[in-house]
């Protein structure tokens, strides 16, 4: 089947031409048509190779799978992190023309100039620098012209491999349908420039107040709605550099406190995107954190954003405190709580796994554990344990990794457990009481009138019921029925073994007794009903699953 479609498009030969040239061995014999084994990945680097040559769409879901450490080995892990599609910018006349079929009003109404060659140049977009009409200067995000059209030929193709992946042990235990799917919304998500700008607004909203850090020294551009559309978003610009590369400024020539201050501002506003809000920007790489000339930080590109329920907040916040505490027990706990179990979980031996995992700490400083790394690892032992890891927690254990390589590239000192231990504390507190204690307060002392005032009453009832013998009790027990059945297949069994036993006895009594042989007939006929009998029961118990099973189901 994949040897046809392979014959029938363009793009699925090209495909096929590259993952040959680059000697995956697998997917070399499965696009041939020849049977083949289990599912392979091939090594690191030449995925990496083969994702980048077979272009945007590829590369970005190497950058998704960057964000599965429950899925892929760190090797991979390491590799994709760092994949960037290296693509030519495309000529401004198509630029233009896109620009003139998207924006509600001409090229020249909407900008009063706008720089024909490209600032940077993406696998999705290219952006380009402008000028509104009222001064105010603007990045522009375009989406290249045909992309559409070559991601739903890509996905559809996705989705025929994992289909042909899925009939296999390996693509079960991944889920390569539900995988594609995923990556398959996320994608086409990402074509619509409206909705990254909605993100872009509503991080900028919940970032705009906080009592963790000052939010006026963070950045995130606005949004100018009247030059957006689904191909096309216009945002504020921001005179800075990468965060990396940037020239800090330093507070009286302290280049170091500078630096442990932009530390220290990134660490308090990710913690509350990812604990408070439970919205967060899932792709701070330094290339999107801007240290600005003005000396404020900004965080740009929300294409690839993060969402956690208040449950799974709770338990992150756990889960870090336990990792902070190398604390196995705890952390077996918490994965329960957040992973869903392909098959029976082996308890012993995964607290095992962690407890060998974290073991390896106990003896190092605080400044020495890379606590993003010893998350994949958590991740990576729940899932050789056969937990299914929700896609979320790979963007929050990307995002802590992307954050503490920041910041001990800007800070060598930098100590993630001093850093959160107090927020840790504060997030304890905000869940324990809110963010208002005196209404929670009052609202506990309400609660506590009301069942004051409903307990008697209610013990009154009970009391009552006891002793006029009205109480009734509704237990519903699983399976119970087929136990009953057992139970009374048992009892049948033996009762008429019982009856078989009687039989023989008295035919051998009647034989031991007949002194004048007038009652042999009766003593044959009891050993021939017996014998009759006795086989009817075997046959029985043989039919029903045999002897050496302690009762039937049927």
Same mark, same amino acid.
């Given at each position: 089947?994949?040897?046809?479609?392979? !014959?029938?498009? &363009?793009?699925? $030969?090209? %495909? +096929?031409?590259?993952?040959? @040239?680059?000697?995956? /061995?697998?997917?070399?014999? #499965?696009?041939?048509?020849?049977?083949?084994?289990?599912?392979?990945?091939?090594?690191?680097?030449?995925?990496?190779?083969?994702?980048?040559?077979?272009?945007?769409?590829?590369?970005?879901?190497?950058?998704?799978?960057?964000?599965?450490?429950?899925?892929?080995?760190?090797?991979?892990?390491?590799?994709?992190?760092?994949?960037?599609?290296?693509?030519?910018?495309?000529?401004?006349?198509?630029?233009?023309?896109?620009?003139?079929?998207?924006?509600?009003?001409?090229?020249?109404?909407?900008?009063?100039?706008?720089?024909?060659?490209?600032?940077?140049?993406?696998?999705?977009?290219?952006?380009?620098?402008?000028?509104?009409?009222?001064?105010?200067?603007?990045?522009?995000?375009?989406?290249?012209?045909?992309?559409?059209?070559?991601?739903? !030929?890509?996905? &559809?193709?996705? $989705?025929? %491999? +994992?289909?042909?992946?899925? @009939?296999?042990?390996? /693509?079960?235990?991944?889920? #390569?349908?539900?995988?594609?799917?995923?990556?398959?919304?996320?994608?086409?998500?990402?074509?619509?420039?409206?909705?990254?700008?909605?993100?872009?607004?509503?991080?900028?909203?919940?970032?705009?107040?906080?009592?963790?850090?000052?939010?006026?020294?963070?950045?995130?551009?606005?949004?100018?709605?009247?030059?957006?559309?689904?191909?096309?978003?216009?945002?504020?610009?921001?005179?800075?550099?990468?965060?990396?590369?940037?020239?800090?400024?330093?507070?009286?020539?302290?280049?170091?406190?500078?630096?442990?201050?932009?530390?220290?501002?990134?660490?308090?506003?990710?913690?509350?995107?990812?604990?408070?809000?439970?919205?967060?920007?899932?792709?701070?790489?330094?290339?999107?954190?801007?240290?600005?000339?003005?000396?404020?930080?900004?965080?740009?590109?929300?294409?690839?954003?993060?969402?956690?329920?208040?449950?799974?907040?709770?338990?992150?916040?756990?889960?870090?405190?336990?990792?902070?505490?190398?604390?196995?027990?705890?952390?077996?706990?918490?994965?329960?709580?957040?992973?869903?179990?392909?098959?029976?979980?082996?308890?012993?031996?995964?607290?095992?796994?962690?407890?060998?995992?974290?073991?390896?700490?106990?003896?190092?400083?605080?400044?020495?554990?890379?606590?993003?790394?010893?998350?994949?690892?958590?991740?990576?032992?729940?899932?050789?344990?056969?937990?299914?890891?929700?896609?979320?927690?790979?963007?929050?254990?990307?995002?802590?990794?992307?954050?503490?390589?920041?910041?001990?590239?800007?800070?060598?000192?930098?100590?993630?457990?001093?850093?959160?231990?107090?927020?840790?504390?504060?997030?304890?507190?905000?869940?324990?009481?809110?963010?208002?204690?005196?209404?929670?307060?009052?609202?506990?002392?309400?609660?506590?009138?009301?069942?004051?005032?409903?307990?008697?009453?209610?013990?009154?009832?009970?009391?009552?019921?006891?002793?006029?013998?009205?109480?009734?009790?509704?237990?519903?027990?699983?399976?119970?029925?087929?136990?009953?059945?057992?139970?009374?297949?048992?009892?049948?069994?033996?009762?008429?073994?019982?009856?078989?036993?009687?039989?023989?006895?008295?035919?051998?009594?009647?034989?031991?007794?007949?002194?004048?042989?007038?009652?042999?007939?009766?003593?044959?006929?009891?050993?021939?009903?017996?014998?009759?009998?006795?086989?009817?029961?075997?046959?029985?118990?043989?039919?029903?699953?045999?002897?050496?099973?302690?009762?039937?189901?049927?």
């Amino acid at each position: 089947m994949v040897y046809r479609l392979v !014959q029938t498009s &363009a793009r699925q $030969r090209e %495909i +096929a031409e590259v993952v040959l @040239r680059n000697g995956w /061995g697998y997917m070399r014999r #499965l696009l041939t048509g020849t049977r083949s084994e289990e599912p392979q990945l091939p090594p690191p680097t030449v995925l990496r190779n083969i994702l980048v040559e077979l272009g945007p769409v590829y590369v970005k879901l190497g950058q998704v799978l960057s964000t599965r450490p429950d899925l892929l080995p760190a090797a991979y892990i390491d590799e994709l992190s760092t994949l960037q599609a290296e693509v030519p910018p495309v000529d401004w006349v198509e630029i233009e023309q896109l620009l003139t079929e998207q924006l509600p009003r001409s090229v020249a109404a909407t900008f009063r100039e706008i720089d024909p060659i490209p600032v940077a140049a993406g696998s999705i977009a290219q952006t380009h620098k402008a000028t509104l009409h009222d001064g105010r200067a603007v990045a522009v995000k375009i989406q290249r012209p045909g992309i559409d059209l070559v991601v739903d !030929q890509d996905i &559809a193709l996705l $989705r025929t %491999i +994992a289909d042909i992946a899925s @009939r296999t042990n390996f /693509g079960r235990y991944y889920d #390569l349908k539900a995988l594609t799917e995923e990556f398959a919304a996320a994608l086409i998500a990402e074509l619509d420039f409206s909705r990254e700008a909605s993100h872009t607004d509503q991080l900028r909203r919940n970032l705009a107040e906080s009592r963790w850090f000052d939010p006026a020294k963070l950045v995130i551009p606005e949004i100018v709605w009247e030059a957006t559309t689904t191909k096309t978003m216009t945002m504020q610009w921001l005179d800075g550099a990468p965060i990396l590369t940037a020239e800090f400024q330093g507070k009286d020539g302290d280049l170091a406190a500078e630096k442990k201050d932009v530390v220290n501002l990134l660490i308090r506003a990710f913690f509350q995107q990812i604990y408070i809000d439970g919205f967060f920007h899932a792709d701070p790489h330094p290339g999107n954190v801007f240290y600005l000339n003005d000396a404020r930080v900004a965080l740009l590109d929300c294409g690839m954003v993060g969402r956690l329920d208040p449950r799974t907040q709770q338990v992150l916040t756990e889960m870090l405190l336990a990792i902070v505490n190398l604390d196995s027990q705890r952390c077996t706990q918490l994965t329960l709580q957040l992973a869903e179990p392909i098959e029976p979980v082996n308890l012993p031996r995964l607290e095992a796994d962690y407890d060998r995992l974290l073991r390896r700490y106990y003896n190092l400083n605080l400044e020495s554990i890379n606590f993003s790394q010893l998350f994949y690892e958590v991740l990576q032992a729940a899932r050789a344990n056969k937990l299914r890891i929700p896609g979320n927690m790979g963007l929050y254990a990307k995002t802590l990794a992307n954050l503490e390589g920041i910041a001990r590239q800007l800070d060598p000192e930098f100590q993630l457990a001093d850093q959160i231990k107090p927020l840790m504390t504060d997030l304890f507190q905000r869940q324990l009481v809110g963010e208002a204690p005196v209404q929670a307060l009052l609202r506990t002392a309400l609660d506590l009138k009301t069942l004051s005032l409903q307990s008697p009453r209610h013990i009154e009832l009970l009391l009552e019921r006891v002793t006029t013998e009205s109480l009734q009790w509704n237990l519903s027990l699983r399976e119970i029925d087929s136990l009953r059945r057992s139970v009374d297949d048992s009892a049948n069994r033996l009762s008429f073994s019982i009856v078989v036993g009687a039989l023989i006895i008295g035919a051998a009594m009647v034989l031991a007794n007949d002194s004048t042989g007038r009652l042999f007939w009766i003593s044959l006929v009891l050993f021939v009903s017996a014998s009759f009998l006795g086989l009817w029961l075997i046959v029985g118990i043989l039919r029903s699953g045999g002897l050496g099973r302690p009762y039937s189901k049927r």
